[in-house]
């Protein structure tokens, strides 16, 4: 009988424990996470465009991204100076040609400094979208949940200038309120959608990429009304891309002078090259680790909002991941060095085949099916080489697709080349090291 009332006694005991248990795990797991910040001090309105008033709850963000603004510093390929490609790499006159990147093509800065860079540019002229805006700054999530992105992008670039007062800022990454980082652009959420993505299943992790595909992906202006256009409707490496602009009715950017060719031109595909299997994105590497380290504020973590070349404080940026760093910024180095010549490569051989273009198509006889066979490979060649090219990085971040696609770039514009001299059929057009040739070297367009 004793011994019944003491089992009654210990199960009662291991009952209730189990009871108090189960509560604190329900109690514990419905809290919020740990906050890194301090508790709001003011609530931030949807899709506000002014960052000053996010900046009253959260100051080290803030002021971390107001230093974008005076990053000057160059690196050995990137960093903040702005410095003309053009004049350090002339080849890109001729590549340009006929368009406006001929005039002035410059490295990009600082996020601060978007709207004085994009208004000072000699790219745009009086015919410009207001297209031209959609990444440069926080007042568009506003605006385009108004009056939708098609009625934006038709607008002209000028009469849009009033309503953008803000460079990029909060509310092109975070959704207010919750902070969460958000895609923001109608544009990349189509072309996620094309691909049977929804980002809103995206993890944190994942997210802390994906937020500057808001802008750092190639795109295409669809259409008289100069539709922003995120070519992903077939994937995102770049043979999907070409497919994709392909059947776009062979969209152009523009047309190469005197060869004919219908050019597109390839704008920053940062998330494509890096998520295209590089050793990082497969390691399950943000770009925010790299480029937002953790910093810190006494007791409190925040990410730099300074977004910047990580070569330029790489104890922050690689030192988290790599015990030695500056053996991993010679590899930074090295990598870059073999993709910048690798990319001289595939423009040397993209200047000879136009040049052997040109002679074909003043030709007398020319047969226009090898003709139009051998524009097509330039057409091809340029998106390629383009794509390394005016994504940022060097290659470092994908080196090993950075150096396929180059190889390709060289490969498709040397049969340009052969095709062209075929069409013609004047093995005179076969003729090699056309830039190395030139005496003095072309300089920007008027
Ligand atoms: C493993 C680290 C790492 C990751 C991850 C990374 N980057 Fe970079 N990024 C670099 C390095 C290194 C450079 C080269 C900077 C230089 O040459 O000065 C660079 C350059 C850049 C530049 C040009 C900066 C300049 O000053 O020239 C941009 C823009 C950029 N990255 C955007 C991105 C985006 C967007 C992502 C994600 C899709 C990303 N990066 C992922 C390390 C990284
Ligand atoms: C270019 C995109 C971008 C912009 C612009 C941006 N952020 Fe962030 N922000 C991020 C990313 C990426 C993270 C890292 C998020 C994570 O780790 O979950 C982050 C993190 C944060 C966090 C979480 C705490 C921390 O520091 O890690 C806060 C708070 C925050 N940002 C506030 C702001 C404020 C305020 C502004 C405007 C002044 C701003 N952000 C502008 C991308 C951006
Ligand atoms: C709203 C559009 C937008 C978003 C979102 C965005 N960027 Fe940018 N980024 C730009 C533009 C535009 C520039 C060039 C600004 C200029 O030159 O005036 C730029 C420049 C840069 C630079 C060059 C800075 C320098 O000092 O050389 C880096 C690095 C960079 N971005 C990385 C990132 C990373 C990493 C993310 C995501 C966390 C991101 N960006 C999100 C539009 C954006
Ligand atoms: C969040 C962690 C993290 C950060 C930050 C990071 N790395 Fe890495 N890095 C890795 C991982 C993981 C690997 C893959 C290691 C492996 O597979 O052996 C790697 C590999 C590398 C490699 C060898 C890859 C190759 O293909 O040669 C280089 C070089 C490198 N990192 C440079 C850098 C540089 C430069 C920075 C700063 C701009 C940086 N990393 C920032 C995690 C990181």
Same mark, same amino acid.
């Given at each position: 009988m004793k011994k019944y009332a003491v089992s009654i006694i210990l199960v009662g005991i291991i009952v209730i424990l189990a009871v108090v248990l189960s509560g604190v795990l329900i109690y514990l797991k419905n809290q919020p996470p740990q906050s890194r910040s301090l508790p709001p001090v003011t609530a931030v309105q949807?899709?506000?465009?002014?960052?000053r008033i996010w900046g009253l709850?959260?100051?080290?963000?803030?002021?971390?991204?107001?230093?974008?603004?005076?990053?000057?510093?160059?690196?050995?390929?990137? #960093?903040?100076?702005?410095q003309s490609y053009l004049a350090l790499d002339p080849r890109l006159v001729i590549l340009f040609a006929g368009y406006s990147f001929s005039q002035e093509y410059n490295q990009p800065r600082g996020h601060q400094n978007t709207? %004085?860079? !994009?208004?000072?540019?000699?790219?745009?002229?009086?015919?410009?979208?207001?297209?031209?805006?959609?990444c440069k700054s926080s007042d568009n999530?506003?605006?385009?949940?108004?009056? #939708?992105?098609?009625?934006?992008?038709?607008?002209?670039?000028?009469?849009?200038?009033?309503? !953008?007062?803000?460079? !990029? #800022?909060?509310?092109?990454?975070?959704?207010?309120?919750?902070?969460?980082?958000?895609?923001?652009?109608?544009?990349?959420?189509?072309?996620?959608?094309?691909?049977?993505?929804d980002w809103r299943t995206y993890t944190r992790q994942q997210m802390r990429?994906?937020?500057?595909?808001?802008?750092?992906?190639?795109?295409?202006?669809?259409?008289?009304?100069?539709?922003?256009?995120?070519?992903?409707?077939?994937g995102m490496k770049v043979e999907d891309i070409i497919k994709f602009e392909d059947a776009a009715n062979t969209f152009a950017d523009w047309t190469y002078p005197g060869t004919?060719?219908?050019?597109?031109?390839?704008?920053?595909?940062?998330?494509?090259?890096?998520t295209a299997g590089s050793t990082h994105f497969n390691a399950g590497v943000a770009c925010a680790d790299c480029h937002m380290p953790y910093l810190r504020d006494g007791a409190m973590k925040y990410s730099s909002h300074d977004i910047m070349s990580p070569l330029l404080n790489p104890d922050e940026s690689c030192g988290q991941c790599h015990t030695d760093v500056d053996d991993v910024l010679a590899r930074v180095n090295? !990598?870059?060095?073999?993709?910048?010549?690798?990319? %001289?490569?595939?423009?040397?051989?993209?200047?000879?085949? %136009?040049?052997?273009?040109?002679?074909?198509?003043?030709t007398k006889n020319v047969d226009p099916t090898l003709l139009d066979q051998a524009r097509t490979l330039h057409r091809h060649a340029q998106f390629m080489w383009d794509f390394i090219a005016s994504s940022n990085s060097q290659g470092?971040?994908?080196?090993?697709?950075?150096?396929?696609?180059?190889?390709?770039?060289?490969?498709?514009?040397?049969?340009?080349?052969?095709?062209?001299?075929?069409?013609?059929?004047?093995?005179?057009?076969?003729?090699? #090291?056309i830039y190395d040739g030139m005496d003095p070297k072309p300089t920007p367009a008027p």
């Open positions: 949807p899709l506000e465009p002014d960052s709850n959260y100051p080290n963000e803030y002021s971390s991204l107001l230093l974008t603004a005076g990053n000057k510093t160059p690196t050995k390929y990137g #960093g903040s100076a702005q709207l %004085i860079d !994009i208004r000072a540019t000699k790219r745009v002229t009086a015919a410009t979208h207001a297209t031209c805006y959609s999530p506003g605006l385009w949940s108004q009056i #939708g992105m098609p009625a934006y992008d038709k607008q002209l670039f000028s009469a849009m200038t009033p309503k !953008i007062n803000n460079p !990029i #800022g909060c509310a092109n990454c975070h959704e207010a309120g919750t902070m969460r980082l958000v895609i923001t652009n109608p544009a990349v959420d189509t072309a996620l959608k094309a691909q049977g993505i990429s994906l937020v500057c595909a808001n802008c750092h992906v190639t795109y295409f202006f669809s259409g008289p009304d100069k539709l922003l256009t995120v070519p992903w409707g077939d004919g060719t219908p050019i597109m031109k390839s704008r920053h595909p940062d998330y494509e090259l890096y090295t !990598i870059q060095e073999d993709v910048h010549n690798a990319k %001289i490569t595939a423009e040397d051989a993209l200047v000879d085949a %136009i040049y052997a273009l040109q002679a074909a198509v003043a470092f971040h994908n080196p090993d697709e950075a150096l396929r696609i180059l190889q390709n770039a060289t490969d498709l514009a040397r049969r340009a080349q052969m095709m062209a001299s075929q069409a013609a059929g004047d093995p005179h057009l076969l003729k090699t #090291g």
